[in-house]
């Protein structure tokens, strides 16, 4: 697993740090999402296709992209946040977000992720994961990861696999926003 070189700091001068936190991959830069992402956010937020296997997606406004871009500015400026929301960034353009969020233990983190649609199939998702699971194992010390996803969400199952992932369930009741379907969920764990 890649887990890609951290700059930055969450424990020290905690504006600098966040300013200059980032986590380099081979081909990506992770950082603090931020307002200055609002377009792009907005773009594959927004994407009903993109986001047909979400739950909290598609944003139906760019004022609900931007307050939720806020929450997570605000989240990044804590002593102790309870979610890390990075802007996945290749070649200088912003093309999708990863998030861990902690859960009440702090030993473990739901991750979930998207990119814009233009970026599927690349590799992208795959590398910006391993990088996410890297920081909060050794920045956080997590050592436990979940995530759901859609039943049908090929994507997402191919990427959780690649990284380790097993799958502990698949249960109904599962409602994505864009839909009034019922879906089933799956749940992935990985112990690292
Ligand atoms: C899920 C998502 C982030 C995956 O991103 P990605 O960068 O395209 O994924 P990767 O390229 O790292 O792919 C990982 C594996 O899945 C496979 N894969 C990618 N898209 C696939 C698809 N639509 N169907 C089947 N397999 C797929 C890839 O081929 C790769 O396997 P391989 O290396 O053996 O070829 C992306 O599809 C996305 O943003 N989807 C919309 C939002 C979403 O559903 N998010 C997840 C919510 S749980």
Redesign the pocket.
Known sequence: MKTGGFTGSKSSDRTHGVQKMQIQTQRLVLRPIGMQDLETTYAYSADKD??K??AFLPNESIDETKEFLERCESEWHKTAPCFYEFAVVADGNHI?GIGVYLFGSKSTAEL????DKN?????????AAGAVIGFAESKLSIRHFV????WE????Q??MS?LGFFCIGCASGRKNRGSSEERKEMTFELYV
Do not use: F, Q
């Open positions: 993109n986001t296997y979400m999708g979930g992720w998207i990119l970026y599927h199939g690349k590799g992208y998702a795959t590398e995530a759901h996803c859609d969400n090929r994507a997402s191919n990427v690649k």
